[in-house]
């Protein structure tokens, strides 16, 4: 095969011939404007090489896409023909190019709408070469500052799109490469930039105490460089991380903060964001009217800005409210509406909450064995993202509809991993709550020292934040407690 290859390559000119090294940087298909950019062409002059390689058959051609590429043999030829300088050039070449595309996608994405589908459908389609790109800046970060510039921007510029499109791992390789070359051009913004999606990639993890973290140092910089922007953004996720922890009127104090700011300097999806966090905060303390209000604000605002991920989410909260309120059939219109967006936009976070509050629905109707499907898929989406906040839930759940079917032992295998989960990764109100329940389950297999220890936890939680049945609980607790005692004496 190579005599073949070399037999053709043989025949091209030396133009051509470098011309067709310099594709072999592709590490799969790609369209014409990129073979300009790595050409270093400034127009479509010489555009008809592709023709000519393709006649020789050294390139692929897919009319349907109109996109090119190299057999892998091709490719591995070509390389072995490269010349130092060339390896730099090309490659500088190419990731400076995806850079650009990476951020045509953000942006498409950010005028919401069929933009927005176009913006991820072109993300999707040059996924391959925007993390060939990114790899490369990232290896040469330090050599010299062109590549530096180019590591840090990468994930900056793409956040919104490689939210939606990269597990939080590969977020957090991205952000921390991209961390240390905006250190070391001394840009202090887009540090504070990389520490706040950081801790946007620790809290989709769970990890709350590291996302705080990089929130608060995020915080200290903006506020240095007074960017306002940055400073409303960290706050709302001060807000986000203090209302997992089970501090909602923390949560509040920090969305209000940002709402005054998105509003003051004219930030329309800021604005959004802070009422529909406003909105889950209330909905924590159970002010689900006062929620829907919130929600229903951001949903406005989502439309439009045609935030297609922030229109989901809003209207899976809209739901979960309707359900509060004694609702199932309103909020299971909510919800489809949710799952519907998700799965147009490739949101896995979105279609596995959409999911699983769909099995919440039916469970309040009855309907604990169609509300198990959900739940166990909704599990599984989660499991396979790595969202231990979720996971946690969705077993929880799972062990509630056991418990509606009588199934005491499965609710309690299935309510201890979602507990353990709470507690590893410090959700405090979780921690709370799920401890009053899973309470009641060992109290009704009269299993009560146990009963007593967990609604302790619960009751713990609700005085501190001045839960209206904190008192109430806290006497229920006591009676436990005592027939625990009894228990005891009389097994002894």
């Keep these: 095969m190579e005599a073949v290859l070399q037999a053709s390559y043989a025949l091209l000119t030396e133009e051509l011939q470098e011309k067709w090294r310099y594709l072999a940087v592709f590490p799969g298909d790609f369209d014409s404007l990129a073979a300009r950019a790595v050409w270093g062409l400034v127009d479509d002059a010489d555009m008809a090489a592709l023709d000519e390689l393709y006649a020789y058959s050294l390139v692929e051609y897919d009319p349907a896409s109109n996109r090119w590429r190299l057999h892998d043999l091709c490719r591995d030829f070509a390389k072995s023909r490269w010349s130092g300088g060339e390896v730099q050039e090309t490659a500088w070449r190419h990731a400076r190019h995806y850079c650009q595309v990476l951020d045509q996608a953000n942006n498409l994405y950010k005028q919401g709408g069929r933009e927005m589908l176009k913006g991820l459908k072109l993300y999707d389609q040059e996924a391959h070469n925007i993390s060939s790109g990114q790899a490369w800046a990232t290896e040469q970060t330090g050599a010299n500052k062109e590549a530096s510039q180019l590591c840090s921007a990468y994930p900056i510029i793409g956040a919104y799109v490689l939210f939606l499109r990269l ?65 409303s953004n960290s706050l709302g996720n001060l807000g986000i991380a203090s209302r997992d922890l089970g501090e909602p009127r923390n949560a509040i104090k920090y969305h209000e903060q940002h709402l005054a700011i998105a509003r003051e300097i004219g930030d329309r999806r800021g604005e959004g964001n802070a009422l529909g966090n406003l909105g889950l905060a209330w909905a924590d303390l159970n002010e689900q009217n006062k929620a829907i209000e919130y929600f229903e604000k951001h949903l406005v605002i989502a439309r439009e800005i045609g935030d297609r991920h922030g229109e989901g989410e809003d209207l899976g909260n809209i739901g979960s409210a309707w359900r509060g309120l004694g609702k199932p059939y309103k909020a299971i219109e909510y919800h489809e509406q949710h799952l519907a967006i998700a799965r147009e936009i490739g949101d896995r976070t979105g279609e596995g909450l959409a999911l699983g509050n769909l099995g919440n629905a039916w469970a309040d109707l009855g309907e604990s064995l169609k509300s198990i499907e959900f739940y166990e898929q909704a599990l599984a989406i989660h499991r396979e993202i790595g969202s231990r906040h979720n996971e946690a839930i969705w077993n929880w759940n799972i062990g509630n509809a056991w418990r509606n079917l009588n199934e005491l032992s499965k609710t309690i295998e299935y309510q201890e991993q979602a507990l353990a989960i709470a507690k590893e990764i410090g959700i405090r109100r979780l921690d709370g709550i799920w401890s009053w ?44 407690r005592c027939k625990a005692g009894e228990q005891s004496l009389k097994g002894n």
């Excluded at 009269?446 to 209206?468: F, N, Q, T, W």
């Design 167 to 231: 597990h939080p791992y590969q977020r957090i390789a991205w952000q921390e490469q991209g961390l240390v070359s905006a250190r070391l051009l001394g840009d202090r913004k887009t540090e504070s930039y990389h520490l706040g999606n950081l801790g946007n990639a620790w809290l989709n993890l769970s990890n709350l105490q590291e996302a705080i973290k990089y929130f608060e140092q995020a915080l200290l910089i903006q506020r240095e460089l007074g960017d306002r922007l940055g400073e």
């Design 437 to 480: 329940y899973l309470g009641l389950a060992y109290e009704k297999l009269g299993k009560l020292e146990r009963a007593a220890e967990l609604m302790h936890v619960c009751v713990d939680y609700e005085r501190s934040i001045g839960h209206p049945d904190a008192e109430k609980d806290a006497a229920y607790m006591e009676q436990v």
